[in-house]
Structure formats: structure tokens, C-alpha cells
């Protein structure tokens, strides 16, 4: 199974997947029926803090947001509630009056929103319009926001600088893609006056905040193999920062680690992956393309374990959370892995539909998934 609920592998130019693509030059490709759940004692004991429903995500992925104490989740029709983190209490409502596409992005006093028409809108917490934005694309991520620029990436691939105040364009970068790429929900990591992100053909840049200069370009993977489709090497994921490093992951490529300030390769090795990273204080996590879960060494990348049992069940990328591993999947399994030895330690039904974005920490005890059909599941840990 190439992908996961994440990421959708598509032509930029047209509605033809790579799928299709993979049919029409080499017949019908393979289906890997999604593994049955292994037996386990559990060893940690989650349970549902709250819930709700925001309404369904079609065919996008929805993030949620959290800023201070609230919650912040949308779905397709383009009303987005604002929740108490740790009770579920309602606290905001926003309605877009239009489709909404990425999920939600907080900063400040702003909820800023993407929309399949290319348009980022920028919202006050009492649900009043601000200002409106035109892109050149359908935005598929959630808007981030940082000392007075929004960062919003187009599904062409093309990354905005836009003011705060106003929405008017401060910056755009753009840079050539191949001809069959990843159609991928991805943003970019706004950290310190830089921007990080990943692009098809494997490149990981980082840019300056203010006015969106290339500071650095690294590359996390090289195009290998014969036809189109063996070539794509795309990073399709958020890179992840650790202090003076940044990671990122590529499909059919390398996990690589940069200096986060030169752009100095510091390791890489062979891993292939749309879900993407997460990082904790010893060790880098990431979903490969077979939904295996490993465990790498994140001064080096050795090998630490792999969790190979979830096979075709569409994981999410990782969340480090504390002693454990958090995925999700396509049946809305929230899964806790032992970040010692990779085992399971417990798993969490919620509404049956798919988590596509990764969990998200509420604090140190709690988290939160979205799934598909647009239920918002709180979850503490004992």
C-alpha cells in the first residue's frame, strides 16, 4: 500500500493519479489486504476525555489546531468550533460561508482558512471576517502564522508570504516540478525567522521568513529508476525540528537530517514514506510506505526497532508522546507503541473512519485525533 489517509498521489496537471498511471504501463497493481489487529495485554490504559463531530472531510484531510486551551476543527461545509481542550466544552464558532479545504491555523487572534478556490480567509476568535487572500491554487494545508507573515503553500506547490494585517502578498516563492508528483496535504514549519519545507524531487529548503530568500537547499532524495513513476521522490510530509537539527522524509527516498542553520547534511539513509516524522528526546519515529512504524537513532539513524504489524492499514503519521508511539489508522484505531522495544501497549476505537492527520498533543497526559467523518476524540492517557 503506497499511501495513506494523508496524501493522495496525483498528476499536478489533471485529475490522473499515479495510480492510474501504475495501471495503464504495468497492469493492475497488487492490493495488500490491511492486516487483522494482533491480540495484546495492554500495558497502558487510554480512554475518550470528550468528543464531538465538525462534519465530514470529503476527500481531504482536516488538521486541527490548538491554541492556549482551545481546540480548533473544521470540516468540509466550512463551519469550524472552537473547544475546550480539557473538557470539550463549544467556546468559538466560526462559519466560512464557503467549502473549506487543509484544516484549521491559529496564531495570535487570527483562525486563518484555505479553500478549494485558492483563498485563504482570516477570521477574529469571535467569528468575524478580516480579510480574504487570493492564491494560485487550491490550498490543501492548514495556514501557519509567525511574527506577522502567514505562511500558506497552493496545491501548485507554490509557498506565500502574506501580512497578517491585511492578507496583501509580502513574498511568493515557486520552483519547478516534475511531471508526476505527490497531490500532498502538506504545509511548511514556520520556526525562528525560517521556513522549512519539502518539495517533489526530494528537496528540503528553508527560507527566510521575512522575505521568503532561499537560505539553504538540501537534498533528502534523488529520482531513481527508468519510468516516470519510479521517479517520484517527493517529501510529502512536514520536516521536523530538533534543536539544531531539521528532518525530513521523502517517498521512495531517504529520511536525512540537516544543520538546521547551514543546511549541513548530517545523516540519511534509506527509508521510503508519505505519513512522515515525529522526534522525541532520543529517538526520530516514522511511518514508512508498508505502514511499518520504526524507531531510528536520531544522532545517527541506526535502527532502534520496527513495528511491521499494522501492514495496509493506512497509518498516520507518528506522534511521540511521552512513553509512547501514537498512530492512527483507517479504521479509526488510535494505536500507543512502547517507545522502548516498539510492542503494542493499547489501542483506542473511536467513530470507525479514517484518522488521515496526525495526533496532536493536547499536554502532557492527552491528545487529540480527527477522523474522516469529522469526529474530534480527545484521549487521555493512564
Not at 480548533?72 to 461545509?77: P, S
Not at 505562511?151 to 515557486?174: E, M, N, S, T
Not at 529548503?205 to 519510479?230: F, H, I, K, M, S
Not at 537530517?257 to 512522515?276: E, K, M, N, Y
Request: aromatic residues 8%; charged residues 20%.
Amino acid at each position: 500500500m503506497l499511501g495513506t489517509g494523508a496524501v493522495a498521489l496525483a498528476l499536478l496537471a489533471g485529475c490522473q493519479t499515479v495510480y492510474d498511471t501504475y495501471d495503464r504501463m504495468f497492469g493492475s497493481r497488487p492490493v495488500q489486504k490491511p492486516a487483522e489487529l494482533v491480540p495484546l495485554t495492554p500495558t497502558a490504559a487510554p480512554k475518550i476525555l470528550w468528543q464531538a463531530n465538525v462534519g465530514g472531510a470529503d476527500k481531504n484531510v482536516y488538521f486541527p489546531a490548538l491554541a492556549g486551551n482551545v481546540v480548533y476543527a473544521g470540516g468540509a461545509a466550512g463551519q469550524v468550533t472552537g473547544f475546550d481542550a480539557t473538557g470539550g466544552r463549544q467556546v468559538a464558532r466560526i462559519d466560512a460561508g464557503q467549502r473549506i479545504s487543509g484544516g484549521v491555523g491559529v496564531s495570535g487572534g487570527l483562525v486563518l482558512l484555505g479553500t478549494p478556490k485558492g483563498e485563504v480567509l482570516a477570521f477574529d476568535r469571535d467569528g468575524k471576517q478580516l480579510w480574504k487572500a487570493q492564491l494560485s491554487g487550491e490550498v490543501l494545508s492548514p495556514p501557519a502564522a509567525q511574527d506577522g507573515i502567514v505562511v500558506v503553500r497552493a496545491g501548485d506547490g507554490r509557498i506565500y508570504g502574506l501580512d497578517v494585517a491585511d492578507g496583501k502578498r509580502r513574498w511568493v516563492y515557486q520552483r519547478s516540478t516534475p511531471t508526476l508528483s505527490v497531490r500532498t496535504h502538506v504545509g511548511a514549519v514556520i520556526h525562528r525567522g525560517g521556513v522549512f519545507a519539502g518539495f517533489p524531487g526530494g528537496r528540503l529548503v528553508a527560507l527566510a521568513l521575512p522575505n521568503g530568500n532561499v537560505g539553504w537547499e538540501g537534498v533528502v532524495a534523488l529520482p531513481r529508476g527508468t519510468t516516470e513513476l519510479e521517479r517520484v521522490a517527493d517529501i510529502t510530509s512536514l520536516p521536523v525540528i530538533d534543536g539544531s537539527q531539521v528532518c525530513a522524509v521523502a517517498f521512495q527516498g531517504r529520511v536525512a537530517c540537516f544543520d538546521l542553520i547551514r543546511g549541513t547534511p548530517l545523516w540519511a539513509r534509506d527509508v521510503s514514506s508519505v505519513a512522515g516524522l515525529s522526534v522525541d528526546a532520543r529517538h526520530l519515529y516514522v511511518t514508512d510506505d508498508k505502514n511499518a512504524v520504526l524507531a531510528l537513532d536520531k544522532t545517527s539513524g541506526a535502527s532502534i526497532w520496527r513495528q511491521d504489524k499494522l501492514a495496509g492499514r493506512g497509518v498516520s503519521a507518528p506522534l511521540a508522546f511521552g512513553r509512547y508511539v501514537v498512530v492512527g489508522d483507517f479504521e479509526g484505531y488510535v494505536h500507543l507503541i512502547s517507545r522502548e522495544d516498539g510492542s503494542f501497549a493499547a489501542r483506542l476505537a473511536t467513530d470507525g473512519s479514517a484518522i488521515g492527520a496526525p495526533p496532536v498533543a493536547l499536554d502532557l497526559s492527552s491528545l487529540l485525533v480527527q477522523t474522516r467523518s469529522g469526529g474530534v476524540f480527545a484521549i487521555t492517557i493512564q
